[in-house]
């Protein structure tokens, strides 16, 4: 039996002595943000509540329920694995996460809080056809919301079967299930109220369980980041090309285009994501919309920073084999290093152990009340009250669709998580990022700020953008050909690139300016004006 084998048993074993401590510390995060989501259900008395908070949170608490909602399993578990596998490229993604953040801030946050009511959709129908628009925004917001839970669902799936122990596919099915059932109960219940003290709290727990590691890290190479480094490049096996770009990106012109593809997708496709869009909705106006960001910038600018020590210290602690034995995609360094920086045969090595991986859990419980909260708010706002009932829904019946579309979404996402079990957490999510920025972040732009902009250049834009960046990915080698592909043992897979933003993010872009010039349409010049001086002034915003 190998070492890395025994290893990962002896981690499950030492989990397994102390399983009791491990469901206490979930039981108590589950419990706990089950009771605020009671309480705050019992507050949302309006759609206004349910869908954003009731405008009531002030620009701090919305930039820390920002970064809960924004510091995803692929944050605390994809990027960990990223890094300790693949070093320098690995830390790739903890750059492009944070850099994106500047163009939401930028391009996006004020003027959408100033333009919206509830969804991305209501800003894209402000000045075009209301049906046909809300149509394509509410399917690209659902497509999208999907492809972030499946990398939640793989998170949790991935890391509480470390924790009991669970080797069979059907219990790491059954897990998935749980984190399912729970998400709906959530948004069901909480709505924007009871997901937004979720997403605070997880966040602070998040960042005080990665300060707590990052400490520990440091203070085992007493405190010399080029000793932490060059102990990681030794064990890594790799030598110094794990210090040096092209471990992952690098090998071939294929993996450089991939790279570069990655790197577009992630920078552009934050402000595309419709669960980041709509936090911009529960502030009272656009400055604490603009301070919100800031302040979400620091905190998870402070965060990407300490996943250095993160990744790099699971690289100089722990065998990659190790990893890769635990899971093939490194989803479970994080918890590993927690592990071993305890002590492998030790309680307190337990006691860590289960310390991060309770807070991995509540990231992944927060971030997926998020999603879903997003994609059913649209579902209900966008496409039932404005294009099934064509404005007549009461608020009442608009939220009671919302609940039944998060019972649905739920669904879906149970069954493909279930799918997504053993792949990368954190190339789960910048596949989420193409699609953003492929379908949502053309149509945006276009329709804040090109007067021409028609119906069906929006269209255009975000199906074009969406069935591109979809079609892609199916025929990439992410669902086949690969043995971490989704289904490893069969190959259909043409496009060559794991992530399709280089291709897909013009193709949106050039379809919606395309659609525009060939549409007969003429745009409203009075609409565009209004839309102009609301999204910069915030005058006759909601």
Same mark, same amino acid.
């Given at each position: 039996?190998?070492?890395?084998? &025994?290893?990962?048993?002896?981690?499950?074993g030492e989990?397994?002595?102390?399983?009791?401590?491990?469901?206490?510390l979930?039981a108590v995060?589950v419990v706990? &943000?089950l009771?605020i989501?009671?309480?705050?259900?019992?507050?949302?008395k309006?759609?206004a509540?349910f869908?954003?908070?009731?405008?009531q949170?002030s620009?701090?608490?919305?930039?820390l329920?920002?970064? +809960?909602?924004?510091?995803s399993a692929?944050?605390?578990?994809?990027?960990?694995g990223a890094?300790a596998?693949?070093?320098?490229d690995?830390?790739?993604?903890s750059i /492009?996460?944070l850099v994106?953040w500047?163009?939401?801030l930028?391009?996006v946050?004020?003027?959408l809080?100033?333009s919206?009511?509830?969804?991305m959709?209501?800003?894209?129908?402000y000045r075009?056809r209301q049906r @046909?628009?809300?149509?394509?925004a509410?399917a690209?917001t659902i497509?999208?919301? =999907?492809?972030?839970l499946?990398?939640?669902?793989a998170?949790? !799936?991935?890391?509480?079967?470390?924790?009991?122990?669970i080797?069979?596919d059907?219990?790491?099915? *059954?897990?998935v299930?749980?984190?399912g059932v729970?998400?709906i109960?959530?948004?069901?219940?909480? +709505?924007?109220?009871?997901t937004?003290?979720?997403q605070?709290?997880k966040?602070?727990?998040?960042? /005080?369980?990665? =300060?707590l590691?990052?400490f520990?890290?440091?203070?085992k190479?007493?405190?010399?980041?080029?000793d932490?480094? /060059?102990?990681?490049a030794?064990?890594?096996?790799?030598g110094?090309?794990f210090?040096?770009p092209?471990?992952?990106? +690098? *090998?071939?012109?294929?993996?450089k285009?991939d790279?570069?593809?990655?790197?577009?997708?992630?920078?552009?496709?934050?402000?595309g994501?419709p669960? =980041?869009?709509i936090r911009?909705?529960?502030?009272?106006d656009?400055?604490a919309?603009r301070?919100?960001?800031?302040?979400?910038?620091?905190?998870?600018g402070?965060?990407?920073?300490?996943t250095?020590?993160? !990744?790099? +210290?699971a690289?100089?602690?722990?065998?990659p084999e190790e990893?890769i034995?635990?899971?093939?995609?490194?989803?479970t360094?994080?918890?590993?290093?927690?592990?071993?920086?305890?002590?492998v045969d030790s309680?307190?090595?337990?006691?860590?152990? %289960?310390?991060?991986?309770?807070?991995?859990?509540?990231?992944?419980?927060?971030?997926?009340?998020?999603l879903t909260?997003?994609?059913?708010?649209?579902?209900?706002h966008?496409?039932?009250?404005?294009?099934?009932?064509?404005?007549? *829904?009461?608020?009442?019946?608009?939220?009671?669709a919302?609940r039944y %579309?998060?019972?649905?979404? !739920?669904?879906?996402? =149970?069954?493909?998580?279930?799918?997504a079990?053993?792949?990368?957490?954190a190339?789960?999510?910048?596949?989420?990022f193409?699609?953003?920025?492929?379908?949502?972040?053309?149509t945006i732009?276009?329709?804040?700020f090109w007067?021409?902009?028609?119906t069906r250049g929006?269209?255009?834009?975000?199906?074009?953008g969406?069935v591109?960046a979809?079609?892609?990915?199916?025929?990439s080698?992410?669902v086949?050909?690969?043995?971490?592909?989704?289904f @490893?043992?069969?190959?259909?897979?043409?496009?060559?690139?794991?992530?399709?933003?280089?291709?897909s993010?013009p193709?949106?872009f050039?379809l919606?300016?395309?659609?525009?010039l060939?549409?007969k349409e003429?745009?409203?010049a009075?609409?565009?004006?209004?839309?102009e001086?609301?999204s910069l002034?915030?005058? /006759?915003?909601?």
């Amino acid at each position: 039996m190998s070492p890395a084998i &025994t290893q990962v048993q002896l981690a499950a074993g030492e989990a397994s002595e102390h399983r009791p401590l491990i469901i206490s510390l979930f039981a108590v995060f589950v419990v706990a &943000t089950l009771v605020i989501t009671v309480w705050a259900g019992r507050q949302t008395k309006s759609a206004a509540d349910f869908y954003a908070g009731g405008r009531q949170f002030s620009a701090f608490q919305n930039g820390l329920a920002v970064s +809960g909602d924004y510091m995803s399993a692929a944050s605390f578990l994809g990027i960990a694995g990223a890094i300790a596998l693949f070093g320098y490229d690995g830390f790739l993604y903890s750059i /492009g996460f944070l850099v994106a953040w500047l163009v939401a801030l930028l391009l996006v946050a004020e003027p959408l809080r100033n333009s919206g009511r509830y969804t991305m959709g209501d800003v894209l129908a402000y000045r075009m056809r209301q049906r @046909p628009v809300r149509t394509a925004a509410g399917a690209s917001t659902i497509v999208v919301s =999907i492809f972030y839970l499946l990398a939640q669902m793989a998170g949790a !799936g991935v890391l509480v079967s470390l924790l009991l122990g669970i080797t069979s596919d059907g219990g790491k099915v *059954a897990i998935v299930a749980l984190v399912g059932v729970l998400m709906i109960v959530y948004v069901t219940i909480g +709505g924007m109220k009871g997901t937004t003290w979720v997403q605070m709290i997880k966040a602070v727990l998040l960042i /005080g369980g990665t =300060i707590l590691i990052t400490f520990l890290v440091l203070l085992k190479f007493n405190f010399n980041v080029s000793d932490l480094l /060059g102990s990681a490049a030794d064990n890594s096996g790799k030598g110094k090309s794990f210090l040096e770009p092209g471990l992952k990106y +690098g *090998a071939t012109s294929t993996s450089k285009l991939d790279f570069i593809s990655l790197g577009i997708a992630l920078v552009l496709g934050t402000a595309g994501l419709p669960h =980041i869009l709509i936090r911009f909705y529960t502030v009272p106006d656009s400055k604490a919309a603009r301070k919100s960001v800031n302040w979400a910038i620091g905190i998870i600018g402070g965060f990407y920073l300490m996943t250095i020590a993160l !990744g790099f +210290g699971a690289a100089a602690l722990i065998k990659p084999e190790e990893i890769i034995a635990s899971n093939k995609a490194g989803n479970t360094a994080a918890p590993l290093l927690a592990l071993h920086l305890g002590g492998v045969d030790s309680t307190w090595g337990a006691i860590l152990l %289960a310390t991060i991986s309770a807070v991995a859990f509540a990231t992944i419980l927060a971030v997926v009340a998020g999603l879903t909260l997003a994609s059913s708010s649209s579902f209900a706002h966008d496409i039932y009250a404005n294009v099934i009932r064509k404005g007549t *829904a009461t608020e009442k019946e608009e939220v009671r669709a919302a609940r039944y %579309a998060t019972i649905a979404i !739920g669904v879906v996402s =149970i069954g493909l998580g279930a799918l997504a079990r053993d792949l990368n957490v954190a190339g789960l999510v910048a596949l989420a990022f193409a699609v953003a920025a492929s379908a949502n972040l053309p149509t945006i732009l276009y329709s804040l700020f090109w007067k021409r902009f028609t119906t069906r250049g929006a269209l255009w834009s975000i199906y074009g953008g969406l069935v591109t960046a979809v079609g892609l990915v199916l025929f990439s080698p992410v669902v086949s050909g690969k043995p971490t592909s989704m289904f @490893p043992d069969v190959d259909f897979h043409w496009f060559p690139l794991e992530n399709p933003g280089l291709i897909s993010i013009p193709v949106g872009f050039l379809l919606g300016w395309i659609g525009t010039l060939v549409s007969k349409e003429e745009p409203d010049a009075g609409k565009y004006a209004e839309l102009e001086v609301r999204s910069l002034t915030g005058t /006759g915003a909601h």
